[in-house]
Antibody, heavy 119, light 108 residues
Framework: EVQLVESGGGLVQPGGSLRLSCAVSGFTFSSYWMHWVRKAPGKGLVWVSRINSDGTSTSYADSVKGRFTMSRDNAKNTLHLQMSSLRDEDTAVYYC????????????WGQGTQVTVSS | EIVLTQSPGTLSLSPGERATLSCRASQSITNIYLAWYQQKPGQAPRLLIYGTSTRATGIPDRFSGSGSGTDFTLTISRLEPEDSAVYSCQQYGSSPWTFGQGTKVEIK
């Protein structure tokens, strides 16, 4: 059974940092591109970042570029999102998701982890 | 970036009725790379449709997708109580990937 489990969310002050993790099981992690997507209260889903299967290429939304860093450890089946210089507008539930293949986008998602940026 | 606009914002229908959800893109979407997701409160999004019209694994055939260019539609042919959720469209043909703001479907 495919499982993705996020952790690391919490309450952080503006300007602070947080590291999210996503532990996966049930599939060959090293074969898949992975993404982070967030959902703020009352807003729609927003794509945040993606990483290729071997971790050599990443891409970010303009709103987080230069502040967030996505990485992966294929030996430990774990995905990470290092978030720094956090802003109020980064408050959201953060989901990790698997990118199945070129035509099939995000076919499995984690349950999400809440990040709240507030003083 | 491609902006996706969904309408209506909320749809309130009875069980057995047909729901038609619209997703309009600010520019033509590359290679039919348009998907639909369902999200219930407290749950992760669930992939329903990809490639504009292909149902994802395990999705009932009452869900169907259609469209091309800039106009896309998700149809739920016969609403069931468990279809109460927010439905979001997504384009994944151009970077950055973008989502619509969602349509909430309420079952009376």
């Amino acid at each position: 059974e495919v499982q993705l489990v996020e952790s690391g969310g919490g309450l952080v002050q503006p300007g602070g940092s947080l590291r999210l993790s996503c532990a996966v099981s049930g599939f060959t992690f090293s074969s898949y591109w992975m993404h982070w997507v967030r959902k703020a209260p009352g807003k729609g889903l927003v794509w945040v970042s993606r990483i290729n299967s071997d971790g050599t290429s990443t891409s970010y939304a303009d709103s987080v570029k230069g502040r967030f860093t996505m990485s992966r450890d294929n030996a430990k089946n774990t995905l990470h999102l290092q978030m720094s210089s956090l802003r109020d507008e980064d408050t959201a539930v953060y989901y990790c998701a698997r990118h199945a293949q070129q035509l099939i986008p995000l076919d499995y998602w984690g349950q999400g982890t809440q990040v709240t940026v507030s003083s | 970036e491609i902006v996706l606009t969904q309408s209506p914002g909320t749809l309130s229908l009875s069980p057995g009725e047909r729901a038609t959800l619209s997703c309009r893109a600010s520019q033509s979407i590359t290679n039919i790379y348009l998907a639909w997701y369902q999200q219930k409160p407290g749950q992760a999004p669930r992939l329903l449709i990809y490639g504009t019209s292909t149902r994802a694994t395990g999705i009932p055939d009452r869900f169907s997708g259609s469209g091309s260019g800039t106009d896309f539609t998700l149809t739920i042919s016969r609403l069931e109580p468990e279809d109460s959720a927010v439905y979001s469209c997504q384009q994944y043909g151009s970077s950055p990937w973008t989502f619509g703001q969602g349509t909430k479907v309420e079952i009376k």
